[in-house]
């Protein structure tokens, strides 16, 4: 399978040029470090570490599919002046991997959050080409292994603000923690029979494997590929010889196909979740005395989980 989406030579050209040192002084607004981001739950991990000390561009924005994903002239800018650049890696950003070595080797500060968890906790999918499966912001202990990149790149572009950052990440830990706990108990709601998880891609395999689900997806890891109509007719299929006839749309992947299974199978459509993006910032969803913020990336699990929970239940 091909996940490496379309890359052109002049992008490259112009990202080497722009791979000169950057300094060690704070280019932000009011002497803020200023860090340029991939994903939209690494602008929020950045944002919750670096708080007041940091002024976070992100190249992806709300409903952006990072695996078909390519840098504009405004994002090659970001990158060119930023004083300290996170990315995702594991392939989630295609070619421009390839890019972040380049920058990193140039002495520029470039750091890759997925950097800290162990190898032996990534899902190695057996039709992925031998890459390991990108999406670990689905299992939230292994998001939280994501923290101390975070805050050892911070520290090392700001080091006088290095005990700030090293306290937002213990607390944000924690905070994380509560978030996995809140999740075991959601999930725990379902049977273990009803906890199958029909949607538009393979993105959920760590949340299956987090919380005992199985995933029966349309397309696979990547969204490069388009469905045919064998994979439609695998899946409803499945949906057929299943006793959960519910299917959910992701924000950042076209429902096209979902439409037509809904139709074969007389399944419903249970909701929309995120996938490889999250919400609009400011967009608060939940009871009231327990509303959260769906751009971030709390809000991401609490309202994919409530959704599946509640869909499924």
Same mark, same amino acid.
């Given at each position: 399978m091909s996940f490496i989406g379309n890359y052109t030579i002049s992008v490259v050209c112009a990202l080497m040029v722009a791979c000169a040192p950057a300094g060690h002084q704070p280019s932000g607004g009011d002497g803020k470090i200023k860090v340029t981001t991939t994903t939209t739950m690494i602008t929020d991990l950045v944002k919750q570490i670096?708080?007041?000390?940091?002024?976070?561009?992100?190249?992806?924005?709300?409903?952006?599919?990072p695996h078909l994903f390519t840098p504009k002239d405004k994002d090659i800018d970001l990158l060119k002046e930023a004083d300290v650049i996170f990315y995702h890696g594991l392939f989630l950003e295609g070619r421009m991997q390839d890019? *972040?070595?380049? *920058?990193?080797?140039? $002495?520029?500060?470039?750091?890759?959050?997925?950097?800290?968890? +162990? $190898?032996?906790?990534?899902?190695?999918?057996?039709? *992925?080409?031998?890459?390991?499966?990108?999406?670990?912001?689905?299992?939230?202990?292994?998001?939280? %292994?994501?923290?101390?990149?975070?805050? $050892?790149?911070?520290?090392?572009?700001? +080091?006088?603000? $290095?005990s700030a950052y090293e306290e937002s990440g213990r607390q944000y830990s924690a905070k994380l923690a509560k978030l996995r706990e809140w999740s075991v108990q959601r999930i725990d709601e379902l049977p273990k029979e009803k906890r199958i998880l029909f949607t538009s891609h393979d993105a959920f395999n760590y949340f299956a494997n987090s919380h005992e689900f199985r995933v029966?997806?349309?397309?696979?890891i990547s969204t490069n590929d388009e469905a045919g109509s064998s994979d439609v007719t695998a899946m409803v299929d499945k949906l057929n010889a299943s006793s959960v006839k519910v299917l959910f749309t992701e924000s950042s992947v076209s429902s096209k196909g979902l439409e037509q299974i809904k139709k074969?199978?007389?399944?419903?459509?249970?909701?929309?979740? *995120?996938?490889?993006?999250?919400?609009?910032?400011? %967009?608060?969803?939940? +009871?009231?005395?327990?509303?959260?913020?769906?751009?971030?990336?709390?809000?991401?699990?609490?309202?994919?989980?409530?959704?599946?929970?509640?869909?499924?239940?």
């Amino acid at each position: 399978m091909s996940f490496i989406g379309n890359y052109t030579i002049s992008v490259v050209c112009a990202l080497m040029v722009a791979c000169a040192p950057a300094g060690h002084q704070p280019s932000g607004g009011d002497g803020k470090i200023k860090v340029t981001t991939t994903t939209t739950m690494i602008t929020d991990l950045v944002k919750q570490i670096g708080g007041d000390l940091v002024e976070v561009e992100g190249l992806m924005g709300p409903g952006v599919d990072p695996h078909l994903f390519t840098p504009k002239d405004k994002d090659i800018d970001l990158l060119k002046e930023a004083d300290v650049i996170f990315y995702h890696g594991l392939f989630l950003e295609g070619r421009m991997q390839d890019m *972040f070595v380049d *920058f990193a080797s140039d $002495k520029k500060h470039v750091y890759r959050v997925t950097k800290g968890i +162990p $190898k032996k906790l990534l899902l190695m999918p057996d039709d *992925f080409d031998g890459h390991p499966d990108p999406h670990v912001w689905f299992d939230v202990e292994l998001w939280a %292994k994501c923290v101390d990149e975070v805050v $050892k790149g911070l520290s090392e572009v700001d +080091p006088a603000n $290095k005990s700030a950052y090293e306290e937002s990440g213990r607390q944000y830990s924690a905070k994380l923690a509560k978030l996995r706990e809140w999740s075991v108990q959601r999930i725990d709601e379902l049977p273990k029979e009803k906890r199958i998880l029909f949607t538009s891609h393979d993105a959920f395999n760590y949340f299956a494997n987090s919380h005992e689900f199985r995933v029966e997806a349309l397309l696979g890891i990547s969204t490069n590929d388009e469905a045919g109509s064998s994979d439609v007719t695998a899946m409803v299929d499945k949906l057929n010889a299943s006793s959960v006839k519910v299917l959910f749309t992701e924000s950042s992947v076209s429902s096209k196909g979902l439409e037509q299974i809904k139709k074969d199978a007389g399944a419903t459509i249970g909701g929309e979740l *995120f996938s490889d993006a999250m919400g609009e910032p400011g %967009k608060m969803e939940g +009871p009231e005395g327990g509303r959260y913020d769906v751009g971030t990336y709390e809000g991401m699990i609490r309202h994919n989980i409530n959704t599946i929970v509640d869909a499924l239940k």
